[in-house]
């Protein structure tokens, strides 16, 4: 992606469906022999990723719509995801659950390690194994059989996302009662329980540290549409806020960016709702502050290097802690080529700025680091060249285009 930064963005931009929240929706499709429809799918890499492995299940995809997604598993035909594509989507791990629930048996490769951190599963097979599954490790693969799963009780050591995921979608199908402790509680989670209640499920409490669910025989087709993409939101609020800018982003869900807008404001921006999203704008000098990453409703890791190339630009030294994944700084050093003042040590990285970035070729390593040196080449002087940019594709939806829309002057490589 090449950046010729410098340009405030101004104008609107709509946002698209949440990746992950669409993610798991999908999966959830394994769980009826009816077709389920899913509207407001983002088209990106990581969902035709989700649809092959869907595939190789004998679940039928076909688009109805730019953005409408069918998924039908009339009958299933195999119960496997393979390591090639685990490796290059580890959300497609969350297919554990539902292909238990559907099929009484799943062998779904361990994902491995991470750019940003080990990002073990463990949680997901506790969690398995207590609604009743045989679980073995082999060959890299997680083989799990059961005839019928079990309600049970489970604690969570962490709120795990996906853990707690692969648990709601074992436990629809369970017999009786299971509750899901120190659950997740972002609005992802909430997006699939409404989902699965959309298909017949019965569950209380999603969005909370604690999920019910009353077991049923049978799940339904259903008619979903996908919540909108708070990280995009959040993404596209600090490159407006980095350039100087003044946007409208609609389909902003305020009540999801709590925490986003409350840094972002305390930094200097000025936020105010409107008609079906959010405005945007920065007028005067950004003032440092001090964030810590934390499971929702604190703010998003999604969001840190994105916050991190933003607070290059404030006048003094913010500091951000990185709590959820170990190594997710892959960003600053890039950031430092382009004049950036990061210093890190552990989870900690203080940023000093205001410093003048400067266009530089740089190398993306992960989806939001790649979005934090976007934000940073389109503050930056002259032209900042971002390469890997299949990261971006995974998770930001027509990104050049949207952010040409709002004047940023950036276009996509052709060997890209
Ligand atoms: N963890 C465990 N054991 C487990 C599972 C998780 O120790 O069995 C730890 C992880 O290592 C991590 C923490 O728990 O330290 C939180 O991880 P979580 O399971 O919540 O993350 P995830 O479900 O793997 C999702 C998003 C990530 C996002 C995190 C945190 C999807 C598909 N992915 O991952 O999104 O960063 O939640 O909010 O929903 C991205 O979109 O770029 C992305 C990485």
């Given at each position: ?7 405030p ?232 806020v980095a350039t100087g800018g ?35 704008a920065r007028n ?133």
């Amino acid at each position: 992606m090449i950046i010729h930064g410098g340009a405030p963005l101004r104008g609107v931009v709509e946002l698209s469906g949440s990746k992950n929240a669409t993610l798991p929706i999908m999966m959830a499709a394994v769980l009826t022999d009816e077709p389920v429809v899913i509207r407001n799918v983002p088209r990106l890499r990581d969902v035709k990723t989700a649809i092959e492995l869907l595939g190789g299940l004998g679940v039928a995809a076909r688009w109805l719509g730019d953005h409408e997604l069918e998924l039908h598993a009339r009958a299933l035909s195999g119960h496997e995801a393979p390591y090639d594509l685990v490796k290059t989507m580890r959300a497609s791990f969350v297919v554990l659950g539902p292909l238990l629930a559907r099929a009484g048996r799943a062998r779904v490769s361990t994902p491995g390690g991470c750019a940003i951190g080990a990002r073990p599963v463990n949680l997901h097979i506790a969690g398995v194994r207590a609604l009743g599954a045989r679980v073995q490790m082999r060959h890299g693969y997680v083989e799990a059989h059961a005839a019928r799963l079990i309600g049970a009780r489970i604690w969570l050591d962490n709120p795990s996302v996906g853990a707690t995921e692969n648990i709601l979608m074992a436990a629809v199908r369970a017999r009786g009662r299971t509750v899901i402790e120190n659950a997740a509680r972002e609005p992802e989670v909430r997006d699939l329980a409404r989902m699965l209640a959309a298909m017949g499920a019965r569950i209380a409490g999603a969005g909370t540290h604690v999920i019910e669910v009353e077991g049923v025989d049978r799940l339904h087709g259903a008619d979903h549409a996908v919540i909108p993409d708070r990280i995009e939101a959040g993404s596209l609020m600090a490159a407006t806020v980095a350039t100087g800018g003044d946007v409208i982003i609609r389909g902003a869900p305020a009540g999801d960016l709590e925490a986003v807008v409350a840094k972002l404001a305390e930094a200097g921006a000025e936020i105010s709702p409107v008609a079906d999203g959010l405005r945007i704008a920065r007028n005067g000098p950004l003032r440092p502050i001090e964030l810590r990453t934390l499971p929702y409703p604190g703010f998003p890791t999604d969001l840190q290097a994105q916050m991190m190339a933003l607070l290059t630009q404030a006048d003094g030294a913010s500091v951000i802690t990185e709590t959820i994944f170990e190594n997710r700084f892959m960003h600053a050093q890039e950031l430092i080529r382009m004049g950036a003042d990061i210093v890190m040590k552990g989870a900690t990285a203080v940023v000093r700025g205001p410093s003048r970035l400067s266009g530089a070729p740089v190398m993306a390593t992960d989806l939001r680091a790649s979005m934090g040196l976007i934000v940073a080449g389109l503050a930056a002087e002259n032209t900042t060249t971002v390469s890997r940019v299949y990261h971006l594709d995974r998770g930001y939806e027509a990104l050049d285009r949207k952010l040409g829309a709002l004047g940023a002057r950036i276009e996509r490589a052709a060997d890209e």
